[in-house]
């Protein structure tokens, strides 16, 4: 008679895993709770720093963060200065055409600069001509905004004019209506990157000012601000910083408690040479002379 033979039953390799990840999705829903009421709160109001990393970091507001878009190439479309003080997100853009003396390049764009010497000659350019030390910097591809739009839900904008535009060789079409609408994925790059019109990169800013705006209110919601580690994984090798993870995370932190202001350096177009620029009315340097309280601009040249 033959002997019956049973294979000893082998233990399911599945189950200290499975077991993990309950254990870690129970204690996520169980935290959550209490976060969420805690970013409901009045959790950003000043003296908050345990929550509010970033305003330490940022020296109580006394330094700018630098921060540079691109969609082609190695020259910035897109340059601003953010600061953050007493409750308000100052965003100052600089528009892309702004004509500059470099000491170490000569007479160029601006947005030529970062090619020719990176994020150390942007800064310290931007820091001599507004008077304020900029001491970090952010670079992001507009692939990226795109992304983080798509992800939050599309972002919501008053179009503001028909905007029709076809290039083969970037693969861009542009094909908008005006009016208010939610913009995803192409139609949003190609609302950021249109620049066609007889306004050329100056509507454009005005364009980017209210698709930032529209940023800020959804990044700086408290369900959205629960979700930054995985906003922030969205964005591999288009974004390039010299922050670390926490302090980009503290800094979104710190804008949600402020209101967002954003301002164009002002100036006028310019022909040398027959190349087009844009002559910024740089700011004065603070002074407490009467010559500084009525003369508060100066021109770059």
Not at 19 to 33: E, F, K, P
Not at 147 to 171: C, F, H
Not at 256 to 273: D, K, M, S, W
Not at 281 to 300: H, M, Q, V
């Amino acid at each position: 008679m033959k002997q019956s033979l049973t294979r000893p039953r082998r233990r399911d390799q599945r189950l200290p895993v499975l077991v993990a990840i309950g254990i870690g999705l129970c204690g996520g829903l169980v935290l959550a709770g209490p976060l969420s009421d805690l970013l409901k709160a009045d959790v950003f109001s000043k003296g908050k720093d345990l929550l509010n990393p970033f305003s330490a970091w940022m020296g109580a507001g006394d330094q700018d963060l630098l921060v540079m878009g691109t969609d082609m190439g190695t020259n910035t479309d897109v340059m601003a200065t953010v600061h953050i003080k007493d409750g308000v997100t100052k965003i100052t853009q600089v528009p892309r055409d702004t004509y500059i003396e470099s000491p170490s390049y000569g007479p160029l764009k601006i947005n030529a600069l970062y090619s020719l010497g990176g994020p150390k000659a942007v800064k310290a350019e931007l820091a001599g001509h507004l008077g304020r030390p900029i001491s970090h910097h952010i670079l992001v591809d507009l692939a990226l905004v795109r992304r983080l739009g798509d992800a939050l839900g599309g972002l919501e904008v008053t179009v503001p004019k028909r905007m029709y535009y076809n290039d083969y060789s970037q693969k861009l079409f542009i094909d908008l209506q005006p009016g208010p609408q939610t913009l995803k994925g192409k139609d949003l790059e190609g609302f950021l990157r249109f620049r066609h019109d007889e306004m050329g990169d100056i509507g454009r800013l005005e364009r980017q000012k209210l698709a930032v705006q529209a940023l800020f209110n959804k990044l700086t919601r408290p369900e959205n601000i629960l979700r930054l580690p995985q906003l922030m994984g969205l964005a591999g090798k288009d974004l390039k910083t010299d922050l670390g993870p926490m302090e980009i995370g503290g800094l979104i932190t710190a804008m949600a408690g402020t209101h967002l202001e954003i301002e164009q350096l002002p100036g006028v177009p310019n022909y040398r040479n027959g190349i087009s620029y844009w002559d910024v009315k740089w700011p004065a340097p603070e002074s407490t002379s009467s010559d500084n309280a009525t003369n508060r601009y100066r021109f770059l040249f």
